[in-house]
């Protein structure tokens, strides 16, 4: 009960945190719920926002995921990976504070691997699944800013956030290539050194033990970071479609979006809200002020809500799913053993 209580006053915090900043927001003219009229106005909206939803995370993010479960060992069609990804979503969706998407997915895969021995790369799976998107993001970033290199490193502000763009995806050049060098058995210096008890080192010793497993395969490590930076892509070209229709093609300069468009996504990861409501419309009207684009907020409302909307389908296939895991079924988060 303990346990219980205290789940449920976290979760009321997030809630009155994500309350506080949209009220915030609309109070102080940064948001304007009228315009969410565009989804009537402009029919074209809502169907772009379904192509973007089905093109990017549902058929290539599925097919990141099953490259990383094949890469693994792990017996898993595409299409079953496919119905889980869209019960997945549904989850992070519908109940973000009762059982994560990524959880369900996990418990699926494990469930289906006829030996114990597959439960730990399933679970693995999942989460080098997001580390990778992040990898992608960083990337896409650096490549999108390329188009547009002259005038980005003209202002100050941009060039900035350019470098930080570069700095993260050197580090992260810098940790895959060390992550592939051929380590005799047991003499792995890195992983001697985060099996230090110290913070945070537990978790990158897992994404560290989780990539080295393809250390045979690397080709599956670079092909589902290209995978994620083509999604990233179509989710950029998606933020900019949408900054066009509310303010104009004069008024909105889709090339400034490359620098600033990572560091949002970044921030709408924090779990207080599905789709990083309230933080992401917070982030995105400071990042956009930076750059000098209008409407921030107003643009990443649209953009997360049409997204949101089409994740509540995942029901369907959730439904159809003859028996569900029991951490499912009772609301609960299990705890799940890497080792």
């Known amino acids: 009960m303990q346990v ?60 990141r995921w099953w490259l990383l479960m094949r890469g693994a060992g792990l017996k898993c069609s595409y299409f079953r990976a496919l119905k889980l990804q869209l019960v997945g979503f549904f989850f992070n969706t519908a109940m973000p504070g009762a059982v994560g998407g990524d959880i369900v997915k996990a418990i699926y895969i494990m469930r289906d691997q006829d ?12 989460l080098l699944d997001r580390i990778i998107g992040l ?15 002259d005038k980005l490193v003209a202002s100050p502000v941009t060039k900035s956030l350019l470098m930080g763009l570069a700095a993260v995806v050197a580090g992260s050049l810098v940790f895959l290539s060390i992550v592939f060098i051929p380590w005799r058995d ?30 045979e395969r690397p080709f599956i490590i670079f092909s589902t970071i290209l995978i994620s930076v083509a999604i990233q892509m179509i989710f950029l ?27 949002g996504i970044l921030i709408t990861a924090i ?21 000098g684009l209008p409407g921030g907020a107003n643009v990443f409302n649209v953009y997360v809500l049409s997204q949101l909307v089409m994740n509540l389908f995942g029901i369907i296939p959730y439904l159809s799913m003859k028996t569900a895991p029991a951490a499912v079924s009772v609301g609960k988060t299990p705890a799940l053993q890497s080792e």
């Open 237 to 263: 070209g998606y933020m900019g479609f949408l900054g066009r229709v509310l303010y104009g093609s004069q008024e909105f300069d889709v090339s400034l979006l490359a620098p600033i468009f990572p560091f």
């Open 4 to 63: 219980l209580n205290k789940g449920r006053l976290i979760n009321l915090i997030k809630i009155a945190v994500v309350a506080g900043l949209l009220w915030w927001m609309v109070s102080s003219g940064k948001l304007s719920l009228s315009q969410m009229s565009v989804f009537i106005s402009r029919p074209d909206v809502i169907a772009v926002g379904i192509l973007v939803w089905f093109i990017g995370p549902v058929c290539l993010g599925t097919w």
């Open 186 to 215: 047991n003499r792995d210096p890195v992983h001697r050194f985060l099996s230090l008890r110290l913070p945070i080192f537990p978790l990158l010793r897992r994404i560290y033990d989780a990539l080295r497993a393809y250390k």
């Open 115 to 126: 030996v114990p021995s597959g439960k730990t790369p399933a679970l693995l799976s999942v």
């Open 135 to 149: 990898i992608g993001l960083f990337v896409m970033g650096v490549v999108a800013a390329g188009f547009s290199y």
């Open 271 to 291: 779990p207080l809200a599905p789709g990083g409501l309230g933080v992401g419309h917070a982030a995105f009207d400071k990042l956009f002020a930076m750059v």
